[in-house]
């Protein structure tokens, strides 16, 4: 059975900066896409960033680029998602992603599993 479980979510002011982790277990991870989405409400899931089978190739999303980190440690199945300068619209349920070695990997319905989410809140 294959879980993801993020964590490290919580409530910061803006500017500050957050670490979100995921967990994954039921799969063989160094050999899957992980990605990061998110969903304010009232608006779709969006991506974030995703990070390639071998931590080699990352993408991020023009919200997220210059102010987010993805890295994953194969070793530990864990993805990470570090995320600074924080502003109030990156408040947003956090979801972690996975699917098998790919290269496409903005397109969240092209994900097989994914995590329950994690709740950021950026605060004035």
């Known amino acids: 059975q294959v879980q993801l479980v993020e964590s490290g979510g919580g409530l910061v002011q803006a500017g500050g900066s957050l670490r979100l982790s995921c967990a994954a277990s039921?799969?063989?991870?160094?050999?899957?896409?992980m990605a990061w989405f998110r969903q304010a409400p009232g608006n779709e899931r969006e991506f974030v960033a995703s990070?390639?089978?071998?931590?080699?190739?990352?993408s991020y999303a023009d919200s997220a680029k210059g102010r987010s980190t993805i890295s994953r440690d194969n070793a530990k199945n864990t993805v990470y998602l570090r995320m600074n300068s924080l502003k109030l619209e990156d408040t947003a349920v956090y979801y972690c992603?996975?699917?098998?070695?790919?290269?496409?990997?903005?397109?969240?319905?092209?994900?097989?599993?994914w995590g329950q989410g994690t709740q950021v809140t950026v605060s004035s």
């Open positions: 992603a996975a699917k098998p070695r790919s290269l496409t990997t903005m397109i969240s319905r092209t994900y097989d599993y």
């Open positions: 039921g799969l063989p991870f160094s050999s899957y896409t």
């Open positions: 990070i390639s089978w071998t931590g080699g190739t990352t």
